[in-house]
């Protein structure tokens, strides 16, 4: 299709544009012989020349006009505005110059564009600029000096990287707009059942969803195609109807396959409890390495469910947005999608090993200072940030609601003069954390393995205490912090409770809202680190 300034062109140059229209060029991020094409025609005519092409490179449409009206055409393709085009674009510039413009930015994030690229006509495909979105309303820009030096794999990784950054996921949504869940639970006994899916009710909350009804199913093996019976699934069915829900939560972690059965038979969209996890450490999390540690994680966890990729893993934003358009030869879809994440999951642990490595030496930094350190453990929702807080006068953001906080806050704390130590804020643990969370973050974890002195904050008022104190010590202990100088603080004492406190050698009860019982704390801490 030709739109825009046609007049006075001459038929037979139409007709060479026209041809053009319908091609494809799967491997190339834009096709040399296309480009060569439409910059003569551009010079012969006189006029700035816009191609599109779809994301499995075929070519949708040729505009002709200025850089502003070409720039600002409008694709009309049925994806959700929630997620880029799966356009990109090409037009040129008869100025002798690829200088993207300001228009051209506008028209990259207001049409949701997967790459909007400038090129010097008169180069016949040399001084190429090439701009793709990035988060919060901006935009990365690559030069090319030529056609030939373009790195096509790069650029297509650019725009898987574009589509995670921009996706916003359904399971992000705010309250007002949140998602009716049904919540399905299936454990060896009633009692795990009723505590999973209590807990899985929490993860849902922070999520933004609204849990609409919960199942449970006593089956000592999952079913390895469906996880619950298919009884069960038929009558989950029945509950999904009813209350209109459009999503199912499982506590089970499910493979590629069962999320796929599960989906075809309900209709409607699935995830698994750490899919939901991931989803919740994407909002969190804040700081750069956050960011890519959370981007790794939900990456690895993706790669082996490909065979099951849906609805429910378009959610997640993995397996490579470029998709097929960067297939080899008889290269098949699932190939190209797994080649994609093994490339993103290599790149971002050398990113992350350079940022552990720069940790590790301000740590070494800080030994040799003789600096020292305490770290906040404990299980999710117990109260470190407000105990954080307290003892710190600081800030951090404390929420009731499950990992609240996410990326590690260090303050520095004075006794007196001559006494001062650092205060760190870790992420929560919670039952059976997906390992690929554990993976990801080990190098902040390992701030717990390194500090001198641990205090695990213990939710004294919830009815699980018992079993999620025994939780936080496991992980410790697979972190290889099992040996480290514990102190046991119970907190929210100010909340009555008929739980019975084990009086440990190292413990003590506090309410870090109210602030009873932190002087003694700070004692106790004093003596540890000081012998004072």
């Known amino acids: 299709m030709i739109y825009g300034n046609t007049e006075g062109i001459k038929k037979t140059v139409l007709d060479r544009l026209e041809a053009l229209v319908g091609s494809y060029e799967k491997q190339f991020v834009i096709d040399g012989g296309v480009l060569r094409e439409v910059c003569e025609i551009s010079e012969r005519i006189n006029r700035e020349v816009c191609v599109y092409l779809s994301r499995g490179g075929r070519l949708l449409s040729v505009g002709i006009g200025d850089s502003a009206a070409v720039s600002a055409r409008q694709i009309n393709l049925k994806r959700s505005e929630e997620k880029l085009t799966g356009v990109r674009c090409f037009h040129t510039h008869l100025n002798g110059s690829s200088a993207l413009s300001a228009a051209d930015f506008s028209a990259l994030h207001s049409s949701r564009l997967d ?110 195609n469906f996880c619950a019976g298919r009884g069960k699934i038929d009558e989950i069915r029945g509950i999904v109807n009813e209350k209109k829900a459009g999503l199912v939560v499982f506590d089970n972690e499910l493979s590629g396959l069962q999320l796929k059965n599960i989906e075809t038979a309900l209709g409607v969209g699935v995830v698994d409890r750490a899919m939901l996890i991931l989803e919740i450490f994407a909002r969190h999390a804040s700081t750069n390495e956050g960011k890519l540690q959370i981007e790794l994680a939900r990456l690895k966890y993706t790669l082996p469910k490909l065979l099951g990729r849906g609805k429910a893993l378009s959610r997640i934003g993995g397996g490579g947005g470029a998709g097929a358009a ?71 953001k404390a929420e009731d609601k499950l990992f609240a906080t996410l990326d590690p806050v260090t303050r520095k704390i004075w006794f007196d003069l001559n006494k001062e130590y650092l205060l760190t804020d870790t992420v929560g643990f919670i039952d059976r954390l997906p390992h690929e969370l554990i993976d990801a973050f080990r190098s902040t974890l390992e701030e717990v393995k390194y500090a001198d002195l641990l205090l695990h904050v213990v939710d004294a008022s919830g009815k699980n205490m018992t079993r999620q104190y025994d939780v936080v010590l496991s992980v410790l202990e697979s972190l290889g912090a099992g040996g480290k100088p514990i102190v046991t603080v119970y907190n929210k004492t100010d909340i009555p409770s008929d739980n019975v406190r084990p009086v440990l050698t190292d413990s003590v009860s506090v309410s870090a809202k109210t602030g009873e019982g932190l002087d003694e704390l700070r004692k106790i801490i004093s003596e540890k680190l000081f012998g004072i």
Do not use: W
């Open 115 to 224: 790459m909007l690229a400038a090129v010097n006509a008169s180069g016949g495909g040399k001084d190429i600029s090439m701009a793709f979105i990035r988060g919060n309303g901006k935009s990365e820009v690559v030069f090319y000096p030529s056609y030939e030096k373009i790195d096509h794999a790069a650029a297509f990784a650019k725009i898987a990287e574009s589509e995670r950054l921009f996706v916003k996921p359904a399971l992000l949504k705010t309250v007002e707009d949140a998602e009716r869940a049904v919540l399905v639970c299936v454990a060896e006994n009633a009692g795990n059942a009723a505590y999973y899916l209590e807990e899985l009710k929490g993860l849902t909350d922070t999520a933004g969803l609204v849990s609409v009804g919960g199942v449970f199913q006593i089956k000592s093996v999952p079913d390895k």
């Open 326 to 396: 960067t297939k080899g030869a008889g290269e098949t879809k699932l190939e190209t999608d797994r080649r994609h994440i093994k490339r993103a999951v290599f790149e971002l642990s050398e990113k992350i090993e350079k940022i552990k490595k720069e940790r590790d030496l301000r740590r070494e930094n800080r030994t040799n200072g003789g600096i020292k350190t305490a770290a906040i453990v404990g299980y999710t929702n117990a109260g470190k940030s407000t105990l954080m807080n307290a003892l710190a006068k600081s800030s951090v």
